[in-house]
């Protein structure tokens, strides 16, 4: 079984996303960790890259702030060798394909397996173009997760069941970004993809408070957060621990209690 699956094995699953080297790898790795304590099961680190088109204004503000510090793909590997030394959650790199592709993809993932990388997010992957380092992703046992959209059933189904580790349930058309409300018919995709599929499915882009936590928390097998989070590190920058590990808690507890 994958690894990733052990997020989902006690109920409903927390995620967070965060942006490596904001404000700096140092507190990366600390944020990693809090966020942990407080309860999160997966963590969702984010590779900063100049042009990440799935993102909305507040991780697009991450990526340059990481970028403007330094931060590199070696100095994130780096941090997650740092990480493993102090727990075994399961992490997931967020990133885009010219990253990957500029490092080499036999060597991304050979890396990947070093550290201690589960799983992969590739927002501007093509479903029909992942079969290219699909094969040496799965010889270094990193899951390339996948992401479903409001599309066709058909679509979905053919996605969903060739899914392994978790599946990315977009909530809302467009970029990553706090949403006040989600019109998608999100009940009926994944009825769609648990027909498909036994991969856990978990919804993202959008979600940011408790009561929107705990209503797509019941509907599906975890929800994942990421503009909330990333948020909070911009407001209080090198002193986010606190704040973040009661975000965190609190949007735990909303999930569980579904």
Known sequence: MSKIQNAFQNGKAFIGFLTAGDPNLQKTEEYILAMEEAGADLIEIGIPFSDPIAEGPVIQDANIRSLSVGTTTDKVFDMVVSV?????????????????????????????????????????MPYEEKGELLSIAKANDVDVISMIAPTSEDRIRRIAGEA????????????????????????????????????????????????QAAKYGAMADGVIVGSAIVKLIEKYGENAKEPLMQYVKSMKNAVISQ
Do not use: H, W
């Not at 599929?197 to 009561?211: C, K, M, Q, R, V």
């Open 84 to 124: 493993r030394e102090k727990t075994q959650i399961p992490l997931v790199f967020l990133t885009y394909l010219n990253p990957v592709f500029k490092y080499g993809y036999e060597q991304f993932f050979a890396k990947c397996r070093e550290v201690g990388i589960d799983g992969i997010i590739i927002p501007d």
């Open 164 to 211: 392994t580790g978790f599946i990315y349930v977009v909530s809302s058309m467009g970029v990553t970004g706090m949403r006040s409300e989600i019109k998608t018919d999100l009940e009926g995709i994944l009825e769609t993809i648990r027909e498909a599929s036994a991969t856990p499915a978990a919804i993202g882009f959008g979600i940011n408070t408790p009561e």
